[in-house]
T-cell receptor
């Protein structure tokens, strides 16, 4: 079946450090891929998405590229800020359903 | 611009009590979803409604029922609450355009439910 695997956290970085959160997926067909962010006490918010192979989603300095050959959708940011501290979820959509990874907590220290 | 609204935000129940969680969206979306979020397990789909008038089971439907009251509203009912149902519950909606749709989901802020 379809599944999403993302790196376990927490990830702790200093401000202005480079961020990578790994995400790989297993799916039949060609799903759409998403990254969501969750701040404390809130629901998930869409961060970025990609709908086909080699697409790059980007938003607020975050980027992720849909890699069909490695079935991956890694999240990157060149310089993190304290305000980026949150939980990040990788997800895929196929046939009306969304499958989420377990989430990666990011803590950015000033 | 409310988006997805969930009520209540917090609730404490005793084992065996019943309760309905309410969800409403104002984006004219066709599809609505209920998830539960538990530590270390991400989000797990309880039930979803691909369109008004239809509902389907997700990954963890046991102990829950749902009603798609109209296009806007999708409620989740716990008939006899158990401590294992202590969780944070999220409602979401999306604009569907068929199986190949790439539309994202929009989430409410969650209901934090504790069952003693």
């Amino acid at each position: 079946g379809n599944s999403v695997t993302q790196m376990e956290g927490p990830v702790t970085l200093s401000e202005e450090a480079f961020l990578t959160i790994n995400c790989t997926y297993t799916a039949t067909g060609y799903p759409s891929l998403f990254w969501y962010v969750q701040y404390p006490g809130e629901g998930l918010q869409l961060l970025l998405k990609a709908t086909k192979a080699d697409d790059k989603g980007s938003n607020k300095g975050f980027e992720a590229t849909y890699r069909k050959e490695t079935t991956s959708f890694h999240l990157e940011k060149g310089s993190v800020q304290v305000s980026d501290s949150a939980v990040y979820f990788c997800a895929l959509r196929w046939n009306y359903k969304y499958i989420f990874g377990t989430g990666t907590r990011l803590k950015v220290l000033a | 611009n409310a988006g997805v609204t969930q009520t209540p935000k917090f609730q404490v129940l005793k084992t065996g009590q019943s309760m309905t969680l309410q969800c409403a969206q104002d984006m004219n979306h066709n599809s609505m979803y209920w998830y539960r979020q538990d530590p270390g397990m991400g989000l797990r789909l309880i039930y979803y409604s691909a369109s008004e008038g239809t509902t389907d089971k997700g990954e963890v439907p046991n102990g829950y029922n749902v009603s798609r009251l109209n296009k806007r509203e999708f409620s989740l009912r716990l008939e006899s609450a158990a401590p294992s149902q202590t969780s944070v519950y999220f409602c979401a909606s999306s604009e569907e355009q068929g199986q190949g749709s790439n539309q994202p989901q929009h989430f409410g802020d969650g209901t934090r439910l504790s069952i003693l």
